[in-house]
């Protein structure tokens, strides 16, 4: 690492709003000097502006363990993340969040992890492990843990549920914020449950109800990722109320990573017309405030994180420094890659096709409930359907209809052998064979569909047998991106997984039909008890509303 060096560019001062010709001379990691060059005849390429980072991210769902996430992230300008390790934690505890903690400290990338405060994340799944509040406060006494990561269980706040209360107690008492996730919340449920001491949400799906909950205080982080996209909905919020916004990503899959981060957001954002000021101050400034970062924001004396842009509209990055060390340049990360030895927890036999049979005894009724997935969101819609359209009358069985888009859907617990749950869902697409995955939230059983039961079976026992993937199978032709750390994330070479999960993406588009963005992280969510409306749990079909099973 250099100990002196001199970058010449156009200064981005975020904090007074002003862009300049600077140089800025770096030393021993600090930002030693920022020199204003008056009256410059000739053109300065390029500007200096801080890092970005993302507020809130899981960094399981890349794929990718943490040094390989950073990897990939600090070539589009990313020099930190604010990152829940809940995914992890509720495969194997303590030891997950351990590890993902451990491992990225082995690079120069300023991971902020939170301590999880909904594992399991509901009674009505089988999880892998369980934090209590006594756990949570151990680990927000360590100085790697920044925050109390999402509360997702709203229900337990608004009814002052006693372990849920003494997590935030423990949070307030030891001076760190505490996340929160309550979609559709609003009114004086909101204000309650933001009254507890909760200041970010990450959830709002419509304009109107990021409104009622600023109203109320409460942060709104703008999320963008591979699944979930709420940039349309809520940009426009930057325009007034650019000091309580941030962006983040939330889950985003290895092909997306590949291509951009939060340089794609701010992109974007420019080109609808917002004040260049207040889109850095939601990508660079406001996290750095809220979460109390030991991120640098080119200012005299400041760590040297910053990063080197070719212009203020695609934010096409040439160069960022963490630390004061180049750790990307023109497109080409310098952080290596790291060996891991995997932790998981699977322990489940492998299945065959009758035990996915669905019979008319399961579903009595001349309707029967569907999980209608919608693209690019993680909430689902509850439809009824005539239960004939599914019958075969020969075996009185019920069967997928891709006709009218209608598959099966399995859940499998994949901790301990147990009964297998089974559904119906719309809007996958699929025209012949299945997909299954054990990036499942939030338990992360196994979830799977498909259009024929042997297809199913052959698509879970990929992942079985490989303790963990994704994979697609059209009866014939097979493909599986195995994950074996906690059956969440590949320890192999970021590229190399972005480039095999983009190959198994397209074959689940081009040679299965699904018609989904992202076919494999919509299916990640469709177990996920606490978004509306219907969705799958290991113990059966849950309604997310009502909260309890069907």
Do not use: W
């Not at 951009?260 to 954002?269: G, S």
């Amino acid at each position: 690492m250099q100990n002196s060096f001199s970058i010449t560019a156009n200064l981005v001062d975020i904090l007074n709003k002003k862009i300049y010709p600077a140089e800025v001379i770096v030393e021993s990691k600090v930002i030693k000097s920022i020199t204003s060059i008056p009256n410059s005849k000739s053109l300065i390429p390029n500007y200096i502006l801080p890092g970005f980072i993302d507020s809130h991210v899981h960094v399981e769902s890349s794929m990718l363990i943490p040094s390989e996430f950073a990897r990939l992230a600090v070539v589009h300008g990313t020099v930190a993340t604010i990152s829940d390790p809940h995914e992890i934690a509720n495969v194997c505890g303590m030891e997950g969040v351990e590890f993902m903690i451990e491992n990225g400290k082995q690079v120069n990338f300023k991971f902020n992890f939170g301590a999880p405060s909904c594992v399991p994340a509901t009674i009505f799944e089988t999880a892998g492990a369980a934090l209590n509040s006594d756990d949570v406060k151990k680990l927000l006494q360590r100085g790697e843990i920044k925050y109390l990561s999402e509360m997702m269980n709203f229900p337990g706040v608004l009814f002052k549920d006693e372990e849920v209360m003494k997590k935030i107690q423990y949070a307030k008492e030891l001076g760190k914020p505490i996340d929160g996730h309550a979609p559709g919340l609003r009114g004086e449920t909101a204000k309650q449950y933001i009254d507890a001491g909760i200041y970010t949400d990450h959830e709002c799906f419509t304009k109107e109800e990021a409104l009622d909950k600023l109203s109320y205080g409460m942060k709104i982080l703008i999320r963008e990722g591979s699944a979930a996209k709420n940039f349309e909905a809520l940009i426009d919020l930057l325009n007034d109320y650019s000091e309580m916004i941030m962006f983040c990503s939330d889950d985003k899959h290895p092909d997306s990573l590949v291509l951009n981060h939060i340089n794609a957001l701010c992109a974007r954002a420019v080109a609808k017309g917002i004040d260049i000021f207040k889109i850095l101050q939601a990508a660079c400034i406001n996290p750095i405030h809220h979460y109390k970062l030991d991120v640098g924001m080119l200012r005299v004396g400041d760590v040297a994180d910053f990063i080197i842009a070719e212009d203020l509209i695609n934010f096409n990055i040439k160069a960022t420094y963490i630390n004061g060390e180049l750790v990307a340049e023109n497109g080409k990360s310098f952080i290596q890659s790291k060996q891991v030895e995997p932790i998981n927890q699977f322990d489940c036999n492998e299945i065959v096709a009758d035990d996915l049979i669905v019979t008319t005894k399961d579903f009595p009724n001349a309707t029967i409930p569907v999980i209608e997935a919608l693209d690019g969101q993680l909430i689902t819609n509850r439809i009824e359907v005539l239960r004939d359209i599914l019958l075969d009358t020969s075996s009185q069985s019920l069967i997928p209809n891709t006709q009218h888009d209608i598959l099966k859907m399995v859940v499998i617990n994949r901790y301990h052998n147990a009964p297998i749950a089974k559904c119906f869902i719309k809007n996958f697409g699929l025209k012949k064979g299945a997909l299954a995955s054990t990036v499942a939230h939030d338990s992360h059983n196994i979830v799977a569909v498909g259009v024929d039961d042997e297809s199913l079976a052959k698509a879970i026992n990929l992942v079985i047998q490989a303790k963990g993937g994704v994979s697609a199978t059209d009866g014939n032709k097979s493909m599986i991106v195995a994950l074996p750390v906690a059956g969440l994330m590949s320890a192999d070479d970021g590229y190399k997984v972005a480039a095999d999960y983009t190959a198994i993406d397209k074959m689940t588009k081009d040679d299965l039909g699904s018609t989904l963005l992202s076919p494999f992280m919509t299916l990640s969510f469709m177990a996920l008890l606490v978004i509306p409306h219907l969705k799958l749990s290991d113990k059966g079909l849950f309604d997310g509303d009502k909260f309890q099973f069907v």
